[in-house]
């Protein structure tokens, strides 16, 4: 995948998954510093998986990317704080790329 590749010549450690089950499962297995999650997917809507990696791991950076403008689910994500940081997929790799440099807490790290 592109953006699995530009992440990690960006530097960052990259852990992939299919779909929420698995990327649940990865993150109870070792934590994450950055989770980066499509807003449509099948179980549930990315907003709504960020919403539960906020519960689990508050300190975490979550971001997501769109193939769509900021709807209202985005919208209310980044005013809760569930979400730190909405991409549209058409947008520039490296503006993502830029944004969880400056923004990433620890050592860089993706789910």
């Known amino acids: 995948m592109l953006i699995e590749r530009i992440l990690r010549r960006a530097g960052f450690r990259v852990r992939a998954t299919m779909n929420v089950e698995q990327a649940l ?3 109870a297995q070792e934590p994450a510093d ?8 099948p179980a549930m ?5 960020l919403q539960k990696v906020q519960m689990l791991y508050p300190d975490t950076l979550r971001v997501i990317l769109s193939g769509q403008d900021i709807n209202d689910a985005m919208a209310a994500g980044l005013r809760s704080g569930a ?3 909405c991409f549209h997929k058409n947008q ?3 503006k993502l790329v830029g ?3 400056t923004n990433a807490k620890k050592k860089p790290q993706t789910t």
Do not use: E, K, P
């Open 25 to 27: 499962l990865a993150l």
């Open 34 to 41: 950055i989770v980066i999650s499509d807003f449509s997917m």
């Open 45 to 49: 809507t990315g907003a709504q998986f």
């Open 83 to 85: 979400i730190h940081g």
């Open 92 to 94: 520039s790799l490296d």
């Open 99 to 101: 944004y969880l440099q």
